[in-house]
C-alpha cells in the first residue's frame, strides 16, 4: 500500500515538475531568443549560431529554475490532493507524515543531484562554449569587409570598403570601391564587380575583383600611378583568436578551488548552495502546500513564490558580502539555508501539532 502511495505521489509531483520547468524554461527562452534576434538583425550574431546558443542558455537557466519548479510543482500537486480530500483520505486510513513526504524528498533529491551536476560541470562548461561561439562569431563579422550599401572599416580602420549590393549569401558583390592605407601610400580600387569566400575553419576570405582600376597615390596630390586589371585576387586573413573570458560564472569549478579571491569564493558556495536549495525547498514546499476546506489551492503558489524570492535574495545579499570581503561574509551562504531549514522544520512542527503537544506535556 505504501509503495503504491509513494508512486502515486511522485508520479504527480513529477509530471507537475516537468509542466513548470517547460513553461518557465520557455519563457526565459522567449526572452533571450528576442535578443539574439536584435543582434542577428543588427549582424552582431550569425543567424546559424541562434539555436545553438540558445540551447547551451537552456542548460545554463535549468540551474535556477528547478528549485522554484520543484517548489510550485510540489505545491499544485499537493494542492490538489489537499482540495480533492485525497490528503483527508491518506491521513484517515492511518498514513503518517514520512510516507507523504518520502516522495516528495525522493524527488527533490534527484533534482538536487541534477542540480549539482549543471552547477558545477555543465552549466559552466554550457557558458563557455557559447561565450567562445558568439566571441568567434563576432570576429568573423567584425573583419567582413563587404556589408550592403554602407561603408565598412577593418583592419584597425587601414581599410574602407564599400559596396553598393551583394547576393543573398554574400558572395557576389557589385560595384565595389575600397581604400586602403599601406606603408609608401594610399591605394583607391573600383571594381564593376567581384566575388568572396570564406573558409569556416580559419575565416580566412579570398576576393576576387573583376573589371576594375587600382589608384596608387598620396590624397590632395596629383601623383597617381593608375593600373586597369581584369582580375585582382587577394586574401584577407583575421587576426589569430585566442579565447579569453573574465567570468567567473563560467569558470570552471576546478579554477574556483584553493584561491585566496574571495569572489571566486563566492562563486563557489554559489554553486555548492544551488543543490542544498533544491532539497530545502522541497521540504519547505509540503507544509506550505497544506490548504483547508474550500480554500482555493493557487492562493498558497503566492506564499512559495515569495518563500522562493526572499531564499533567492538573501543568497545573492550573502554571495555579495563573501564577494567583497566583508567581515559578515565569513558566514558564506551557509547562514541563509541554516535559516531556511529552520523555517521548514518549524513549520513541519506546526501542522503536525509538535509545537502544541510538547508544550501541553510541559505543562501537565
Known amino acids: 500500500m505504501k509503495g503504491v502511495l509513494g508512486r502515486y505521489l511522485l508520479r504527480e509531483a513529477g509530471s507537475a515538475w516537468l509542466g513548470v520547468t517547460l513553461v518557465l524554461l520557455a519563457i526565459m527562452l522567449s526572452t533571450r531568443f528576442a535578443r539574439y534576434l536584435a543582434q542577428a538583425a543588427a549582424g552582431e550574431l550569425p543567424q546559424n549560431l541562434l539555436l545553438q546558443v540558445a540551447a547551451l542558455s537552456s542548460l545554463q537557466y535549468l540551474v535556477l529554475l528547478i528549485p522554484v519548479s520543484l517548489l510550485l510543482a510540489v505545491m499544485m500537486a499537493l494542492g490538489r490532493l489537499y482540495q480533492d480530500n485525497e490528503i483527508a483520505a491518506m491521513t484517515g486510513c492511518g498514513v503518517g507524515l514520512w510516507p507523504l513526504y518520502r516522495p516528495f524528498l525522493l524527488l527533490g533529491a534527484g533534482l538536487a543531484v541534477l542540480t549539482a551536476l549543471l552547477a558545477f560541470q555543465i552549466g559552466p562548461w554550457a557558458g563557455r562554449t557559447s561565450d567562445y561561439l558568439v566571441k568567434d562569431a563576432v570576429r568573423f563579422i567584425k573583419f567582413n569587409p563587404f556589408e ?34 599601406e606603408a609608401q601610400g594610399a591605394s583607391f580600387v573600383t571594381a564593376r564587380s567581384g566575388a568572396q569566400s570564406v573558409d569556416a575553419a580559419t575565416g580566412a576570405r579570398e576576393v576576387v575583383l573583376e573589371q576594375g582600376y587600382r589608384y596608387v597615390g598620396e590624397p590632395g596630390t596629383t601623383r597617381f600611378d593608375v593600373m586597369h586589371f581584369d582580375r585582382l585576387t587577394t586574401h584577407i586573413n583575421p587576426p589569430a583568436f585566442l579565447y579569453s573570458s573574465s567570468k567567473r560564472k563560467i569558470q570552471p569549478t576546478g579554477e574556483l578551488l584553493g584561491t585566496d579571491d574571495p569572489r571566486d569564493r563566492a562563486e563557489l558556495e554559489w554553486r555548492i548552495g544551488a543543490p542544498i536549495a533544491v532539497f530545502v525547498l522541497a521540504l519547505l514546499a509540503v507544509p506550505l502546500s497544506y490548504v483547508r476546506p474550500r480554500q482555493g489551492r493557487y492562493g498558497k503558489l503566492v506564499l512559495g513564490i515569495v518563500a522562493y524570492l526572499v531564499y533567492s535574495q538573501l543568497m545573492g545579499i550573502a554571495q555579495s558580502w563573501v564577494a567583497k570581503d566583508k567581515p559578515i561574509g565569513a558566514l558564506g551562504l551557509w547562514w541563509v539555508h541554516g535559516l531556511m531549514l529552520a523555517v521548514a522544520l518549524f513549520l513541519i512542527a506546526r501542522q503536525q501539532n509538535w509545537l502544541h503537544r510538547r508544550g501541553g506535556g510541559s505543562h501537565a
Not at 572599416?153 to 570601391?177: C, Y
Open 148 to 181: 550592403e550599401g554602407h561603408f565598412k572599416s577593418i583592419a584597425d580602420g587601414r581599410a574602407v570598403v564599400f559596396t553598393e549590393r551583394m547576393s543573398a549569401d554574400g558572395s557576389q558583390l557589385d560595384n565595389v570601391i575600397a581604400e586602403v592605407r
